[in-house]
């Protein structure tokens, strides 16, 4: 299983971003897929996260409204798209892959080594 973002940057306040995630090594539609992310001085947080292929989206209370995930399952590609963007958003962006699907902040068991997302204000 092998999970590569692309993507993140720097961008002022109010600008958007969007976050790739190519998969590969595994059926794309049995696993749990999401986005995490992690700043510093501050624990991992769950951004958005689908358990299964007919399922809803989860998005953190703090994203809501401003991100949006997407799946390309041609050709096994996880989006996250980022608008509004704020200097709280700053920090590593991560795509994890679950199997059995289930989301979960700690139980995801397959991660990338993640891109960096910096908000200027």
């Known amino acids: 299983v092998q999970l590569v973002e692309s993507g993140g940057g720097l961008v002022q306040a109010g600008g958007s971003l969007t976050l790739s995630c190519a998969a590969s090594g595994f059926q794309f539609d049995d696993f749990a897929l999401g986005w995490f992310r992690k700043a510093p001085g501050k624990e991992r947080e769950g951004v958005s996260c689908i358990s299964s292929d007919h399922g809803s989206i989860y998005y953190g209370d703090s994203v809501k409204g401003r991100f949006t995930m997407s799946r390309d399952k041609v050709n096994n590609m996880v989006y996250l798209q980022m608008n509004n963007l704020k200097p709280e958003d700053t920090a590593v962006y991560y795509c994890?892959?679950?199997?059995?699907?289930?989301?979960?902040?700690?139980?995801?068991?397959?991660w990338g080594k993640g891109t960096l997302v910096n908000v200027s204000s």
């Open positions: 994890a892959a679950d199997f059995p699907p289930i989301c979960s902040i700690d139980g995801m068991d397959y």
